[in-house]
């Protein structure tokens, strides 16, 4: 069975600093990787996603992520955040194998300081 | 491309009706829906895939009778909420994919408060 952990429920970070949320996933398969972020009230917006090749993944307003077999990882990084990414982000895991059925973490909601 | 789309985006419904909710895919056909349910403040949970012409698959603690999922179409799933309490009040989002594709596009959530 897939699953997704994000260890930090809440992130507080001053506009400007970096910004990295952490998330662990756990599947007995090569897995595929998304990073999606909603706003309050607001569906999901999809910042990036991995299935293969290059680790390192570009994605939506200035945001990439690092896949890491090894640890099973795939953490999202921004350099110099901005108010507007306060936001409740989710890391989620699945695979073409199950269909393309999502298993999604906990959540991080990051609160951005002046 | 791969669009797809909700209806509505929110809904209030008094406690013992029925109510019911569109997944549309607008420019694809979508040969398998998700359904997920989103209480306030914590995560996504699936509660059900629907493979068109067939019946829907339930994940466990999720009440088939209560959730009734038609997908009868390649570009349309419902769910249904029947005899609506209160404790259903919550965010409802749809997905949508095909065997072609690597994942799965989202609608934009249904919002139900039942009062």
């Known amino acids: 069975a897939q699953s997704v952990t994000q260890p930090d429920i809440h992130i507080t970070v001053s506009e400007g600093a970096s910004l990295e949320l952490r998330c662990n996933y756990s599947?007995?398969?090569?897995?595929?990787l998304f990073w999606y972020v909603q706003s309050p009230g607001q569906g999901l917006q999809l910042l990036l996603k991995?299935?293969?090749?290059?680790?390192l993944v570009q994605g939506i307003k200035g945001f990439e992520a690092e896949f890491k077999r090894s640890q099973s990882s795939f953490n999202l990084r921004k350099p110099s955040v901005h108010w507007s990414d306060a936001a409740e982000y989710f890391c989620?895991?699945?695979?073409?194998?199950?269909?393309?059925?999502?298993?999604f973490g906990g959540g991080t909601r990051v609160l951005v300081k002046p | 491309g791969a669009v797809v789309s909700q209806h509505p985006s929110w809904v209030i419904c008094k406690s013992g009706t029925s109510v019911k909710i569109e997944c549309r895919s607008l420019d694809f056909q979508a040969t398998t829906m998700f359904w997920y349910r989103q209480f306030p403040k914590q995560s996504l949970m699936l509660m059900a895939t629907s493979n068109e012409g067939s019946k829907a698959t339930y994940e466990q603690g999720v009440e088939k009778d209560k959730f009734l999922i038609n997908h009868a179409s390649l570009t349309l799933s419902t769910l249904t909420v029947t005899s609506a309490h209160p404790e259903d009040s919550s965010f409802y989002i749809c997905?949508?994919?095909?065997?072609?594709?690597?994942?799965?596009?989202f609608g934009q959530g249904t919002r139900l408060t039942v009062v």
């Open positions: 997905s949508a994919t095909t065997q072609r594709h690597t994942e799965a596009f």
């Open positions: 989620a895991v699945g695979a073409k194998a199950a269909g393309n059925k999502l298993t």
């Open positions: 991995y299935f293969s090749g290059d680790t």
């Open positions: 599947y007995g398969a090569t897995p595929y």
